[in-house]
């Protein structure tokens, strides 16, 4: 029987991952250990709010050797995801203007990575294949992940040589930035390992903390998900608590702050990948534009994007945040008022509080945006 060399085998998949156009890829062990105590505690204070998938599966999620026994390596992949023209201070700075988090502006990363990692996993499988020509010896099960099973893959990614974990909880890579998907794929074949960034490079830097319009890095690589815009917006599918409504700003699907604050995005590369292009409907759209969508157009204009998930009222219930933070229209108030009868008693509450924003105050910008459209405007002059 031929013995594999594991050494070319990791230089032939790096190859392989490049030429299916990921960014970076690198190899580790599945041992996270070190991950369980801060895994508990961020479950233990309710950081999750209602994300229950975040504890449903105790601490596998920080053990993929259980997710996928016999695994022993996880081969972690970067893909970047900037779009050339990403109009971030543009759109900031206008609240008549939706802000979509720009992974989101495009086709769903899920599909588009985890097409790419099966196809990865099967040049290994028939890499595998040759070197065991004539013998019985299998590969074994693999199996790709991108954000969809219980596994950690910023610290994978970190211990594979990816980057590091930021203080905004993102993986950041010194000459990427942090605008960039995470997959990983797990293999049974004890492929030699790439050794993790020597340290992590924030320094003293917390611009990241001060920026969040809401608070919700509460410590250093310390998020609370209740209070993060991305939670409150996508995971959360409740009310959107009304102390948290007027800091949200024109933010209808996510939130880049704390990425858009960070000087290592300075190196940000924008994506040639067409799939992540916006979409011109979701582009700098006009917020009262975008209220008059029925949800038939709603399901027409985000097919095959992340944004279909949340459903049609949780998006109402986003634009009518965003619409009561922007300028007391007339038209935009009459909108409101004429989609008040029929609304579901969430979006209803969301468009009475709009309603009475609005009557009350005149258009005011958020201290901290006009901040980061400042620094956006002086750091990121090649996508601002």
Partial sequence: MTTPDFNQLAQDIKLWASELGFDQVGITDTDLRAEEPKLQAWLDAGYHGSMDYMARHGMMRARPHE????????????????????????TLRDPTLGYISRYALGRDYHKVLRNRLKQLGDRIEARYAELFQGTSDPLGEWRPFVDSAPVLERPLAAKAGLGWVGKHSLLLNESAGSFFFLGELLVSLPLPIDAPVEKEQCGKCVACINICPTGAIVAPYVVDGRRCISYLTIENDGPIPEEFRPLMGNRIYGCDDCQLICPWNRYADASPEPDFSPRPSLHRPPLLALWRWSEAEFLKHTEGSPIRRIGYQRWRRNLAVALGNGPANPEVMAALQQALPEAEPMVA???EWALATLARRQDETNKKTRLLIRCIEKGLPDHA
Avoid at 68 to 75: A, E, N, Q, S
């Fill in 67 to 90: 997710l996928l026994p016999g695994t022993l390596r996880v081969i972690s992949v970067r893909m970047n995801y900037l779009p050339f023209e990403a109009g971030f201070a543009a």
């Fill in 349 to 351: 509450e969301h468009i």
